[in-house]
């Protein structure tokens, strides 16, 4: 199941853990990225925290964590190499995992329907 953020961050939720990132159309609006800083595994997060920075040639942007939950796994490819997230934002370019502290809060986010209109 994938649910969107009005912040621009996508949710693959299988069970109780959430794998999220920056949408394509975040990672375009951004430019090339220059480097990725992530949470920590173990770090707990309320929703709308700031959980990781990204920085472009463009500029520096918060990435917030969208549910409530404790980080269980980080994706250290993207630091290592930045570009990942614009080549592939929903797939190899994925920030973190997320172990949500309450699944159905996800319910309330939007659907990639939703998602596409509103930004148009």
Known sequence: MLKFTEDHEWLKIE???ATVGIT???AEQLGDLVFVE???????????G?????????AASDVYCPLAGEIVEVNQAIVDD???VNSDP?????FFKLKLAN??????LMDETAYQA???
């Open 15 to 17: 069970g109780d853990v």
């Open 24 to 26: 394509e159309h975040a």
């Open 38 to 48: 992530l949470p920590d595994a173990g770090s707990t997060f309320d929703k709308g």
């Open 50 to 58: 700031d959980a990781a920075t990204v920085e472009s040639v463009k």
């Open 82 to 84: 930045p570009s990942l």
């Open 90 to 94: 929903t797939g190899a370019g994925w």
């Open 103 to 108: 699944v159905s809060d996800a319910d309330a």
């Open 118 to 120: 509103m930004i148009g």
